[in-house]
């Protein structure tokens, strides 16, 4: 078994020791002069971590000249400049994004920041489990300041862990955050002075490089305002101790071994039921991986991204836009009005495909062999500075939220952007000389999903041009909630660990992607034996089943319990197993191709089966 993992499934095994370093072998080894120009800060980030006994001597220093900055806010004008710095814990969070009311300019939003446990569940929910977690993380929290050489640890511990839990009893749920009603709401300095008061927003929005926005949209309103009064009513000496907590426990893996140990047995032992942590030198690929994504995903699209799969996934892209067509032209619940507006949103959809045209240069990032704390915190830095730089021109739709070599597919509403990196063009999801059943129901389902994206419960309150706005008649809206609210309260009756379920809102727009994935994936791969003749029947399976195994098979995963009960709390997927049986039990070809009847365990009578799109 593999004890280092959390989660087993065949999309998330795409190793980049092919890319950079195979296990124990020097970066050199492999080649660096075809890395191209960023080969000596891949060697240096990875020698830096990898360089333990170098670590060891160092102890915890490398997180003095943090600390001293910490220490020097001394009160809360002070604070609040750290709070928008990079690499400090922070109760608010502001960021840039294309703006909602127009989305070919950028945008800036504050909303309420992470929590140390993660989601606010951690501190909320009741039962022994959740006890246990409570307990296990105050202990946490105690030895890493130890180990920072924080004096009176245990005291302060009780202080973060007692923040910690005020913050989590007035932020927004993950379902709250899904409204985009309650989320985008646009304010001026008053109206962001009204909201919450005890924070300096002049302050926080200058420091962070935000100081030319009048208006900010402020998500997460209410908690907004209940945190600015936590912040009020907290000690400065809390504060501080609470990100110097935050600060070592994130960097962590730089640190000696007593500080990574100390972390991998609270958040991968304690919180995922994980035995074992990953081995050093693939935690190293990851950090180099996550550093550098679009100069490691340059390397990997000229060795392993053949020019054929794009010109294939164009095809596959195209057939799936037109079923899709012609699946919302003959839509029964739509009214004319809407269909219209939908079928010009769905043919102004942006695919891209394999890569981004340009990537992005990482010749200023600077990285100190012998630095990791340094060099996570200067990474951090040039992010956000390469975001600022964006400020003032019209927002870049070339730019990528995923790089070449990840194993996924995304949607932006925002820009109306469909994108499929380089690595999900690959088996199990995709091969270009595979059954053309298989690549229907894997690859082409979750082209049908990442399009249904564009009309589920967020995406459909975005037009053909990003705008938020709402394009629906009252009618056609009533008819679509009514279809969506069947499907959550559907998932909202799976229970995949006793006592937690998942969560029909939360996960609500993601399976109805994955809904109207499917069932349009389905209809082009009728359209598709239409025009080519009748699938074969190879291995005693016919095409049809086929597409459904295909679609099961793409999702094939084992996790443990702890890392399936974070999901449960905060993902928006469903877990594999209901992202399967949850929904081929609504598709009606399902049954044909399965001879399902009533009686068996999946069974759904047809007027309980839920067709949206």
């Known amino acids: 078994p593999d004890l280092d993992r959390r989660r087993i499934a065949d999309r998330r095994e795409q190793r980049l020791q092919l890319l950079l370093v195979g296990r124990g072998v020097d970066l050199r080894e492999i080649g660096l002069e075809r890395c191209g120009a960023g080969a000596k800060q891949f060697?240096?980030?990875?020698?830096?971590?990898?360089?333990?006994?170098?670590i060891e001597r160092a102890g915890a220093a490398p997180l003095k000249p943090y600390f001293a900055k910490i220490d020097a806010a001394t009160d809360k004008q002070k604070l609040q400049t750290l709070f928008s710095t990079v690499g400090y814990a922070s109760p608010v969070e502001v960021g840039q994004l294309p703006d909602p009311a127009d989305p070919k300019r950028y945008a800036v939003a504050a909303g309420q920041g992470s929590l140390g446990m993660g989601g606010r569940d951690y501190y909320l929910e009741q039962g022994a489990k959740y006890d246990t977690f409570r307990t296990a993380y105050r202990a946490y929290v105690e030895k890493m300041l130890t180990l920072s050489g924080v004096a009176d640890a245990s005291a302060r511990a009780d202080r973060i862990v007692a923040l910690e839990t005020a913050m989590a009893k007035v932020q927004w749920s993950p379902v709250q955050s899904r409204d985009l009603q309650a989320?985008?709401?646009?304010?001026?300095?008053?109206?962001?002075?009204?909201?919450?008061?005890?924070?300096?927003?002049?302050?926080?929005?200058?420091?962070?490089?935000?100081?030319?926005?009048?208006?900010?949209?402020?998500?997460?309103?209410?908690?907004?305002?209940?945190?600015?009064?936590?912040?009020?009513?907290?000690?400065?000496?809390?504060w501080q101790d609470w990100m110097k907590f935050r600060l070592a426990s994130a960097s962590a893996g730089a640190l000696p071994k007593a500080f990574d140990q100390a972390t991998f047995d609270f958040y991968g032992k304690t919180l995922a039921d994980q035995p074992e942590q990953r081995a050093r030198w693939k935690r190293g690929i990851a950090l180099v991986n996550g550093t550098m994504g679009e100069a490691v995903g340059e390397v990997y699209v000229k060795r392993h991204y053949p020019p054929e799969s794009e010109a294939k996934m164009g095809e596959l892209i195209a057939n799936l836009r037109a079923a899709y067509k012609e699946r919302i032209t003959a839509n029964s619940w739509m009214d004319g009005a809407t269909k219209t507006q939908a079928l010009a949103k769905l043919a102004a959809f942006d695919p891209r495909i394999g890569h981004p045209v340009k990537y992005i240069d990482y010749s200023s990032l600077n990285v100190v062999r012998g630095d990791p704390v340094g060099n996570a915190m200067r990474a951090g830095e040039f992010q956000h500075q390469l975001d600022l730089s964006r400020l003032g021109k019209p927002v870049d739709r070339t730019l990528w939220g995923m790089t070449p070599q990840t194993v996924n597919a995304y949607y932006d509403p925002l820009n109306n952007q469909i994108t499929f990196p380089a690595a999900i063009l690959q088996p199990p999801y995709f091969d270009p000389k595979a059954d053309a059943a298989v690549n229907y129901g894997a690859i082409g389902a979750i082209i049908g999903h990442e399009m249904g994206h564009g009309f589920d419960d967020q995406g459909s309150q975005f037009s053909a041009t990003g705008k938020f706005e709402n394009w629906w008649t009252p009618a056609a809206r009533t008819a679509f909630t009514q279809r969506?609210?069947?499907?959550s309260k559907q998932f909202d009756a799976y229970e995949p660990i006793p006592g937690v379920r998942v969560k029909g809102a939360l996960t609500l727009g993601e399976n109805i992607g994955d809904l109207g994935g499917v069932e349009t994936a389905y209809?082009?791969?009728?359209?598709?034996?239409?025009?080519?003749?009748?699938?074969p029947v190879i291995g005693g399976?016919?095409?049809?089943?086929?597409?459904?195994?295909?679609?099961?098979?793409?999702?094939?995963a084992k996790l443990r319990e702890g890392a399936a009960r974070a999901r449960l709390l905060t993902d928006p997927h469903s877990p594999p197993f209901y992202r399967v049986n949850g929904i081929v039990r609504n598709v009606d070809a399902w049954y044909t191709a399965f001879g399902v009847k009533p009686g068996d365990a999946l069974y759904l009578a047809p007027g309980d089966r839920v067709h949206i799109w």
Do not use: C
Not at 205 to 217: D, K
Not at 484 to 487: F, S
Not at 523 to 535: L, S, V
């Open 43 to 54: 060697g240096d980030l990875y020698a830096s971590f990898m360089d333990e006994a170098a």
């Open 183 to 238: 989320m985008l709401k646009p304010m001026d300095a008053a109206g962001r002075k009204a909201l919450a008061p005890d924070f300096d927003w002049p302050l926080l929005l200058s420091t962070a490089g935000y100081a030319q926005f009048p208006v900010v949209y402020m998500t997460n309103s209410t908690a907004l305002t209940e945190l600015g009064k936590i912040f009020a009513a907290t000690p400065v000496s809390t």
């Open 523 to 535: 209809a082009a791969y009728q359209k598709y034996q239409a025009e080519h003749g009748k699938a």
């Open 541 to 556: 399976l016919t095409g049809d089943q086929r597409f459904f195994l295909a679609y099961a098979q793409a999702w094939q």
């Open 484 to 487: 969506t609210a069947a499907l």
